[in-house]
């Protein structure tokens, strides 16, 4: 039985993806309003990812932001990938864990109020020949 847990293992880091990536966690912004943000990000390249990103007026922009820059860096230092050849091959945000809250209603009753949070990866990619 050890030994097919070895191949599993062995099988997972052959196929595991090598591409520079960052990913934040439990961002108290709701998934649907970053998305709208990475959909304009996603296929661009790195450079022109952050300068679209700088110049928006928009909170679910500069959690974005950071995300883009942390994995621009990681593919820098730890990949030893040039900045200028980076491409945003993925990026999506994912739904986390919402925080209930009650809002005191009259009568007794109290609405339910939830805090929703989500998790940002954005996924970079080199181009070739470009």
Same mark, same amino acid.
């Given at each position: 039985?050890? +030994?097919?847990i ?5 099988k ?5 993806d +090598?591409?520079?990536f960052?990913r934040?966690?439990? !961002?108290?912004?709701?998934?649907? &309003?970053v998305? !709208?943000?990475?959909d304009? !990000?996603?296929? &661009?390249k790195?450079q022109?990812?952050v300068a679209?990103?700088?110049?928006m007026n ?6 974005t932001?950071?995300?883009?820059k942390?994995a621009i860096?990681n ?5 030893g990938?040039?900045a200028? +050849?980076?491409?945003?091959a993925?990026c999506?945000?994912?739904?986390g864990?919402q925080?209930?809250?009650i809002?005191?209603?009259g &009568? ?5 109020i939830?805090k929703k +949070?989500s998790? !940002?990866?954005v ?8």
């Amino acid at each position: 039985m050890a +030994t097919r847990i070895r191949q599993k293992a062995e099988k997972r880091q052959r196929e595991k993806d +090598t591409r520079p990536f960052a990913r934040a966690n439990y !961002i108290r912004m709701s998934s649907s &309003k970053v998305r !709208i943000v990475l959909d304009l !990000i996603r296929g &661009k390249k790195a450079q022109y990812a952050v300068a679209m990103l700088e110049n928006m007026n928009d909170a679910a922009a500069q959690e974005t932001l950071k995300v883009l820059k942390s994995a621009i860096a990681n593919a820098e230092n730890n990949m030893g990938k040039n900045a200028e +050849t980076l491409v945003v091959a993925e990026c999506y945000a994912n739904q986390g864990p919402q925080l209930k809250r009650i809002h005191y209603a009259g &009568k007794g009753s109290g609405n339910r109020i939830l805090k929703k +949070t989500s998790h !940002i990866t954005v996924v970079l990619d080199e181009v070739v020949g470009g």
